[in-house]
């Protein structure tokens, strides 16, 4: 109850801050797009992490609030950015399974690109395949749904929770994000590598493109670019970053 307290009050207080993480495409190591990722920075200058309270805030409904908030900030942020010549890039935001399945969540997003004059075009939403858990036919409904609105829809995390090929196929993904722990082992385990060059090709074979997460050496740069990965994200060439600093990488190049 304690932190559930913290949570509102910070909610109320806006100490929540977004930082954006480069996506590069492999093929020319350009920027591409940026990931939002949420941050609490407390009164006492301590920086909490998501995965601290983002259970949290889904068990109390509160994650609702806050993702108005994350999508809000982050189109307004990414027009900002599309608006100073960089036209290009697009926005990836995460939703977690409540948010993508409540009630309103058509017409918050409708709303937001509305507010914010971001295209819905330029727009990913990231979702993991919890989203299926409880009734598979209503994601694939909802996820329909988004993609008439014409936003973009990536499956994070894929090959950590109840990866099913099943989904893969009934769902209308267009992009497909490998976690970071088969990313992580590639080039030491050659079971993981095999596990990427499998999925890069079942993601390709849908049609779908591949955005490797957590890449931080060399190494795993030059073996995801043969076996093909389309789009790359990791502290290799950047951690999430705050809108001052992405602006200034913009500007200056990676
Ligand atoms: O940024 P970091 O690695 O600490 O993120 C940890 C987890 O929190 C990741 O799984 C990420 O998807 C999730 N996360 C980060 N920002 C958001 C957000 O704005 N909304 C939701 N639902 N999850 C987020
Ligand atoms: O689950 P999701 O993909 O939304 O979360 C991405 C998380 O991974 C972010 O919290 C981000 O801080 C973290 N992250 C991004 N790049 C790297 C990396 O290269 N190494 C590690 N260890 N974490 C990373
Ligand atoms: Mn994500
Ligand atoms: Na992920």
Request: glycine fraction near 6%; charged fraction near 25%; hydrophobic fraction near 45%.
């Amino acid at each position: 109850i304690a932190l559930e307290n913290e949570l509102r009050r910070a909610i109320a207080k806006e100490e929540f801050i977004l930082h954006y993480q480069p996506q590069i495409q492999a093929a020319t190591g350009d920027i591409i797009g940026m990931e939002a990722l949420i941050r609490w920075q407390t009164p006492a200058g301590k920086t909490i992490s998501p995965g601290e309270f983002i259970p949290l805030a889904e068990e109390t409904r509160l994650i609702l609030p806050m993702g108005e908030w994350v999508l809000s900030t982050a189109c307004k942020q990414a027009k900002l950015w599309h608006d100073s010549g960089y036209s290009q890039l697009k926005l990836a935001v995460n939703l977690s399974p409540l948010q993508f399945l409540d009630d309103e969540l058509m017409s918050m997003i409708r709303q937001t690109l509305e507010k914010t004059g971001f295209p819905a075009s330029s727009l990913e939403l990231e979702i993991t395949e919890g989203v299926a858990v409880d009734d598979a036919e209503k994601a694939i409904s909802r996820m329909q749904k988004l993609r008439r609105l014409g936003v973009r829809i990536a499956i994070d995390d894929f090959g950590t929770g109840y990866s099913s090929l099943n989904y893969l196929k009934r769902f209308p993904l267009n992009h497909l994000k490998i976690a970071q722990p088969f990313v992580q082992d590639m080039a030491s385990n050659p079971y993981d590598r095999a596990l990427v060059e499998a999925m890069i090709f079942i993601a390709h074979s849908l049609d779908m493109s591949v955005v490797a997460e957590g890449v931080e050496t060399e190494e795993q740069l030059a073996l995801l670019k043969k076996l093909g990965c389309d789009e790359i994200q990791g502290y290799y060439y950047s951690r999430p970053l705050t809108a001052d600093k992405f602006t200034h990488l913009l500007a200056n190049g990676l």
